[in-house]
């Protein structure tokens, strides 16, 4: 079993390009299933992610292909088809 918090800390790289998407910042749980949903990604990182009005990136759970003791591995283009 994983916790919530193990997850926020792992870097979240799209395994068709290599590029490091960052790290979760938050997560969207079924309550009623007691599952989780998909995770949710800044969409700019760094100091300019204070002042964009661009959305989050939300993957969906489908997404995640492998999630490692460091990093959680997501199929990106899946979801931006």
Known sequence: MIKASELRDKEIIDINTGEKLGNII???VNLEEGKI???IL???T????????EPEIYLP???IKKIGADVILVDFRSISS
């Open 42 to 44: 800044p969409k700019e």
């Open 26 to 28: 938050d997560i969207d």
């Open 37 to 39: 949903e998909g995770i």
């Open 61 to 63: 759970w489908s997404a």
């Open 46 to 53: 760094g100091f300019f992610r204070l002042f964009s009005k």
